[in-house]
Every structure is written in C-alpha cells, then in structure tokens.
C-alpha cells in the first residue's frame, strides 16, 4: 500500500497511528538527498545518503521507485520491500505521487492512496503551523500541493485526514477489502484452484 | 452492491445482520416466480408473481437484471432500486452471478461480492442441514454451487463466511473503502472540481 498526499495532509501521523493500531505491517524507509530535519534519525526516517550514494542505488537497480521533489531526490530501497512480502507482512510506503505511480506500473496489484486534508484551508494552517520550515518553503509546498492533486484520481482511494483515528480507522478497512480481492485471496483447499475455476 | 453466491453460504443471514448493524441500507426485494417456503412473506422476502406477471415486467422493461434459476424466474425491480439511491442510500442486492454481471454492465460502480462458505463440507454441511428442501432439491444446489463458484473470478470481493460476525463488518469494511473511490468521493469545495483536476 502507497499513501501519498501533499505535506500537510498527516502522513507521517497516520502512518505511525497504523503501524501501532494494526500489527504486521512494514513500514518502507525511503532513501533521501535532503538534509535532516531537526529530530530525523538516519535509518529510522529516513537513509540519508549522498547524491552520489543515490545516483549509484538508482544505477545498481536498488530502488523500487525515485522522484526528485523540490530538488532533492527520493527512493524506496527494493529488497526491504521484498524481504517484508516474502514474510508475508503487508508493506506500507509513504511517498509522493510520482513514486506511487511508478509502483502501480511494476506492481499492479499495489493499492495506491491519497490522504487528503479536509479542506485547503486546513492544508495551509497546517503547513504554517509546523514552524520547521522557511516562508519560501512553505510557498513550494503549496504550489506542489496543487501538482499532486492533479493526481488524485489516478489513485485507487482517497482518505480524507479529518481526525488521525478517523483516518486510519477508513485505512484498515481498505487494507481488510483489498485483502478479499479475488487474486489475492486464499481460499480452502476444497474448492479447489482458483485459477481452475 | 450486490451479494452473490451459493446457496449455503448465508446470504440472507448475513444481510440481515449488515442491515440491523448499518442504517442507511436499502435491501432490494427480488420479484420471482417460484413458489414461498414456508414462512416467507410476499414483499418481505420477495414480490411473488405468476409467470405471466414476471414476462410482463421483463417486456416493460421494469427489471434491473433477471435470471433463471432451478427453472425459476428472478429479477431485480429497477424503480425502487432507483429512487433509494436518489435518496442517497446504499442500495444492497441479494441476487444470483448471472444476476450480479448483468448489474455491473449496466452500472460499472456497483461493487460485486461473492459470499463464499469456508469450505465445501460446510456447504454441503448448510444445504443438507436447513431441512427444507428435497434430497433432489439439494443436488441440484450443489450442482449450480459449482456452476456459481465459476462466476468468483469477475466479482470484485470474496468474502468467506466464517462467522456472521466477521463477514459483516468485512462487508462493512468494503463499504467504507469503495466510499473512498476518487469517482464517488465528495470533498471539499475549496479543493475545486475534481474533475477539472
């Protein structure tokens, strides 16, 4: 499952709040160009590397996807994702709607989502409000809110973050459903092969 | 949404269930042609009508979907199915695969779910043990059981009825996400129109 959505729609909370409400997911950790925010930890938020250390991660095909967004590059590491679903866990990446994209295309059977905020109002108060980011910045942020939303309905769900428990409440329902798809069930021995029927 | 699958599989128990557990549900009530069982109730369980009523209603074109089973008639009156959704309900159809196909040509954002026993000695278990119906009458279930298990590929959900318990909240849980398809969300007005996005 991919949950995008612009900064300032509450990914990282409704993240976190899914990860300790529902065992057995895998939360991916992105590879990043940025700097470091105050309190990020290498290894736990994000693997900081060098451009350099990312040109060679993309080279060596280590990454399942990458995007550049405001000038900094992203990926998702690949063999952590699949090591999670070879144990059978579900896998959770948190990026942006070009990375999401990508792995629709590689993955179809990915479940892509949009958190949303309630309302553009609340996207701005809530993008001010955090105090770790310069006016300019802020201003990049909302102008590539308004580039990702023109993604929006190439994804599978929207979830709008109006409360964290609200949202993350409409995210297992859609990790249950999606769970009961036809090519992703497994079904009693006794009704014999799915892909006989 | 409609719900499908074979006889066995709780449909009827489950809708009920899902009715008492989630307001705002409008249960179809088939017309059909064969004869009550005991204790059915014209227009409760269904509309009872003679063959003649039921050509009639297919010639006026009254009928969202009808099929054939067991050498019955059933189908699916169009105008109460329409006004409920005009009034904003869920509409919920308890009808046969041929049936349920016949549904998504016509109306591709119905969401098709396959009710499935947990195994086939519960079904045979379900069938054998309600005590209604003739041995004759229950081979000729199992037979079309198998003809119905062909159909689980094209529905978009397969639930397994474990426990009435678990398959409803499963069927509330698929409720709740297909709300969230990017083409049946509403939000808010601020973000402008989606379909300019």
Chains 1, 2 share one sequence.
């Not at 992203?74 to 990508?102: C, F, H, M, N, S």
Request: aromatic share 8%.
């Amino acid at each position: 499952m991919v949950l995008s959505g612009p900064s300032g729609a509450g990914k990282g909370t409704v993240c976190r709040a899914l990860l300790e409400k529902q065992p057995g997911i895998h939360l991916s950790i992105s590879a990043t160009t940025r700097k470091p925010r105050a309190g990020e930890v290498d290894g736990v938020n994000y693997f900081f590397v060098s451009r350099e250390k990312f040109q060679q991660m993309v080279d060596a095909g280590e990454l399942l996807e990458w995007a550049e967004v405001y000038g900094n590059y992203y990926g998702t590491p690949l063999k952590a994702v699949k090591d999670a679903l070879a144990r059978g866990e579900d896998v959770l990446l948190e990026i942006d709607v070009q990375g999401g994209l990508q792995v629709k295309k590689k993955f179809p059977s990915a479940v892509l989502v949009f958190l949303l905020p309630p309302s553009r109002a609340v996207l701005v108060e809530r993008l001010t409000g955090r105090g770790t980011d310069s006016a300019e910045e802020i201003q990049r942020r909302l102008h590539w809110a308004n580039t990702e939303l023109g993604f929006l309905k190439r994804y599978d769900y929207v979830v709008i973050n109006r409360q964290v428990e609200e949202a993350v409440a409409t995210l297992q329902a859609i990790i249950l459903a999606e769970k009961c798809r036809p090519q992703r069930l497994k079904i009693d021995k006794s009704w014999g092969n799915l892909s006989d029927l």
